[in-house]
């Protein structure tokens, strides 16, 4: 079956660094758009940055846009979050998400789901 196993998560002060890792398994990685949801206690789940089967697309919300930076190695199914310059409204639980072929910018929109990473900033 499909797994996607986030880690790297932790607590941080504010203007600190994070790298958080998810590693796919049980489907065809290249086929498919990684992204990374997070979700505050009483919050949404907002989608805050995703990336396309090859690379060449990336999204970014607003929100992270210059602070963090996605990456990925299809030949270890594996998908890289590097968070700087963190602030304490990043606290949130962090989820490595999947969806097949094409980018989205809506987390409703992903099919597969790990279990999350929980992501404290502290001020």
Not at 20 to 39: E, K, T
Not at 50 to 65: C, L, P
Request: glycine share 12%; hydrophobic share 35%.
């Amino acid at each position: 079956q499909v797994q996607l196993v986030e880690s790297g998560g932790g607590l941080v002060q504010a203007g600190g660094s994070l790298r958080l890792s998810c590693v796919a398994s049980g489907l065809p990685f290249s086929d498919y758009v990684v992204g990374w949801a997070r979700q505050a206690p009483g919050k949404e789940r907002e989608l805050v940055t995703a990336i396309s089967r090859t690379g060449g697309n990336i999204y970014y919300a607003d929100s992270v846009k210059g602070r963090f930076t996605i990456s990925r190695d299809n030949g270890k199914n594996t998908v890289i979050l590097q968070m700087n310059s963190l602030k304490p409204e990043d606290t949130a639980v962090y989820y490595c998400a999947a969806r097949w072929k094409v980018i989205s910018h809506y987390h409703t929109e992903y099919t597969y789901w790990g279990q999350g990473t929980q992501v404290t900033v502290s001020s």
